[in-house]
T-cell receptor
Framework: NAGVTQTPKFQVLKTGQSMTLQCAQD?????MSWYRQDPGMGLRLIHY???????DQGEVPNGYNVSRSTTEDFPLRLLSAAPSQTSVYFC????????????FGQGTRLTVV | RKEVEQDPGPFNVPEGATVAFNCTYS??????FFWYRQDCRKEPKLLMS???SGNEDGRFTAQLNRASQYISLLIRDSKLSDSATYLC???????????FGTGTKLQVIP
């Protein structure tokens, strides 16, 4: 009964380093997305995918890349980390049918120093 | 103007009180509306969907006013466990464009 699994839970990076945040879901959802949450800003959409092989930019895509090679996985890559990318990152998935409830991973707390 | 706006609070209410939150949205073509709950340092979780005719789930009542473009959440008989941040979520567009409000913080006091 995993739902959405997001790793790592915590990460500290130095400016300029790159890393990949992993996200996997086992609910066969078509739609997956990445958000960042900053104080006073709410959740902001970084990138999203409506199915394997299809991705698109959200509200704040700069500095991030995504790919969707399988239905289950949707990794987020930070190309060259900057202090402005210090945030809490959430991966979410949902189906296009029904209530379209979004299920979230537990979040990754990223600090860039 | 933000697409989805909420009063950030905090709303400090005593146990047993009734509290209401409003959320306004700017896109008149918005299709679906939700309230999510987020506990401190946790992921958001769906509290309830909001239907046009209004809906109730136990102590929680959600209302939608399309003419004025706002949704509301009413919590009756507040419990300490209701302390959390409540996020208003609006969906519009063919590819599930989902916009989150910044959240309203509720603190229920003994």
């Amino acid at each position: 009964n995993a739902g959405v699994t997001q790793t790592p839970k915590f990460q500290v990076l130095k400016t300029g380093q790159s890393m990949t945040l992993q996200c996997a879901q086992d609910m066969n959802h078509e739609y997956m997305s990445w958000y960042r949450q900053d104080p006073g800003m709410g959740l902001r959409l970084i990138h999203y995918s409506v199915g394997a092989g299809i991705t698109d930019q959200g509200e704040v895509p700069n500095g991030y890349n995504v790919s969707r090679s399988t239905t289950e996985d949707f990794p987020l890559r930070l190309l060259s980390a900057a202090p402005s990318q210090t945030s809490v990152y959430f991966c979410a998935s949902s189906s296009f049918t029904g209530t379209t409830e979004a299920f979230f991973g537990q979040g990754t707390r990223l600090t860039v120093v | 103007r933000k697409e989805v706006e909420q009063d950030p609070g905090p709303f400090n209410v005593p146990e047993g009180a009734t509290v209401a939150f409003n959320c306004t949205y700017s896109n008149s073509a918005s299709q679906s509306f939700f309230w999510y709950r987020q506990d401190c340092r946790k992921e958001p979780k769906l509290l309830m969907s909001v239907y046009s005719s209004g809906n109730e789930d136990g102590r929680f009542t959600a209302q939608l006013n399309r003419a004025s473009q706002y949704i509301s959440l009413l919590i009756r008989d507040s419990k300490l466990s209701d302390s959390a941040t409540y996020l208003c979520v609006v969906r519009s567009g063919g590819y599930q464009k989902v916009t989150f409000g910044t959240g309203t913080k509720l603190q229920v006091i003994p």
